[in-house]
């Protein structure tokens, strides 16, 4: 089954950024824990979504990646946790 994770979660050798241009050379060494249990039920990660600099702005607004759009209504932000 496939499944994109936020990017705060480590994926190894994938770059997490956390939404953040100064992240842009990090590499994780190793899975996040939940993403090693997932991947353990057959999830397949296919990639990783958009979010507010270091998840901190409830509107999801990101100047370094774009800003996630809410695809059921374009006219309107993703916002909060649906911005990730």
Do not use: W
């Not at 979660?9 to 996040?32: E, N, S, V, Y």
């Amino acid at each position: 089954m496939p499944i994109a994770y936020k990017d705060l979660f480590d994926i190894k050798h994938a770059i997490t950024t956390a939404g953040a241009k100064l992240r842009a050379d990090a590499p994780a060494t190793q899975d996040a824990h939940v993403v090693s249990t997932l991947h353990h039920m057959d999830l397949t990660c296919v990639g990783k979504t958009k979010l507010s600099e270091f998840a901190y702005s409830g509107l999801g607004l990101n100047p370094h990646f774009g800003t996630p759009t809410n695809v059921t209504s374009p006219d309107h932000m993703a916002g909060d946790l649906s911005s990730g």
